[in-house]
């Protein structure tokens, strides 16, 4: 999982609450990217940032808010307004310079909402 | 948009013999291909890529892939397999190179491998 690290592993909470699922990374990369994963279904991207203080909606954004305060941190909240938040998400980092194209994982967040 | 498709949910081989997870791809333009291997509860782990260059393309843990631009094929394979490569494996292809820098990559659903003694 390389210098990437998502806590808590697990997290469980009821519905109608906001919870922020936290990503850091020390490997230096500009560019930050939130994944959903669900069974049958691949990843797919919530939010990506490739600089400070700024972040672009991915394909799946509603019910989801981002921030990009320092390099090294993006957390991701899941709102209420999020209708299916039960998850796994995925947290990834790549470089923007010198187009190496594959981006590095953290180990994930398992969200649950009941 | 591109799209990446992996037709089997699921691949069962016995330990010692050959395997291979299939992916095929739609793109326009030249194709920026990944193969990215999940154990249980875990993150990605990247395996391989395909840029440009060779239509074989080796990667970790003894895994290659071969390219086949008529067939739109970039299928996964090892020589031998072993029961710790039992894991979630997904094919990815670059959606688009992001203005700023990095991609958007589009991933496949997975297959899930399973190496049996």
């Known amino acids: 999982d390389g210098g990437i690290t998502q806590s808590p592993k697990y997290l469980f909470r009821k519905e109608g609450q906001n919870v922020t699922l936290s990503c850091e990374q020390n490997?230096?990369?500009?560019?930050m990217y939130w994944y959903r994963q669900d069974p049958g279904q691949g990843l797919r991207l919530i939010y990506y940032?490739?600089?400070?203080?700024?972040?672009q909606k991915g394909d799946i954004a509603e019910g989801y808010s981002v921030s990009r305060e320092k390099k090294e941190s993006f957390p991701l909240t899941v709102t209420s307004a999020q209708k299916n938040p039960t998850a796994f998400y995925l947290c990834?980092?790549?470089?923007?310079?010198?187009?190496?194209?594959?981006?590095?994982f953290g180990p994930g967040t398992r969200l649950t909402v009941t | 948009a591109q799209s990446v498709a992996q037709p089997e949910d699921q691949v069962n081989v016995a330990e010692g013999n050959p395997l291979t997870v299939k992916c095929t791809y739609s793109?326009?333009?030249?194709?920026?291909l990944f193969w990215y291997v999940q154990y249980p509860n875990r993150g990605l782990q990247f395996l391989l890529k395909?840029?440009?260059?060779?239509?074989l393309v080796k990667g970790s843990y003894g895994f290659e892939a071969e390219f086949n631009k008529s067939q739109t094929s970039f299928h996964l394979k090892k020589p031998s397999a072993l029961v710790s490569d039992s894991a979630l494996y997904f094919c990815a292809v670059r959606d688009k190179e992001l203005t700023g820098g990095g991609n958007k990559l589009t991933f496949g659903t997975g297959t899930q491998l399973k190496v049996e003694l």
């Open positions: 395909y840029i440009t260059g060779d239509n």
């Open positions: 490997l230096n990369h500009d560019a």
């Open positions: 990834a980092s790549s470089p923007t310079q010198n187009r190496p194209y594959e981006q590095y």
């Open positions: 793109v326009s333009g030249n194709p920026y």
């Open positions: 940032s490739q600089i400070v203080n700024d972040f």
